[in-house]
């Protein structure tokens, strides 16, 4: 019942800067968080930051200081700024969101994801 689209991905070199956005549409009532995930071939999927609805924020280790999410609620849409960006950071980017239910339980939901690549 939440849908979420990214968008702001592609080709940045070494010390550059992209802006992802992850508009949330549906029935997005009751979202506990929304965070980033990101995923390099080869290796396991993993959090690059994280923001509740109280407005608290996590960042992985390799990215604080460099990236800043963020959220406008009347959009219902999340950003991730990324600054000095590193070929390390190269790959597909995914937004998350999660909802309380009724039951007790969380859904959790998935757009398909932007690809940042950082290269020379």
Known sequence: ????????????????????????SG?????????WYRQAPGKERELVAAITSG????????VKGRFTISRDNAK????LQ???L??????VYR???VQSR???LNASYWGRGTQVTVSS
Not at 55 to 62: E, L
């Open 1 to 24: 019942q939440v849908q979420l689209v990214e968008s702001g991905g592609g080709l940045v070199q070494p010390g550059g800067s992209l802006r992802l956005s992850c508009a949330a």
């Open 27 to 35: 029935f997005i009532s009751n979202i506990n968080a929304m965070a």
């Open 55 to 62: 407005g608290t924020t996590n960042y992985a280790d390799s």
């Open 76 to 79: 219902n849409t999340v950003y």
């Open 82 to 84: 990324m600054n000095s």
């Open 86 to 91: 590193k070929p390390e950071d190269t790959a």
């Open 95 to 97: 937004c998350n969101a």
């Open 102 to 104: 009724v039951s007790g």
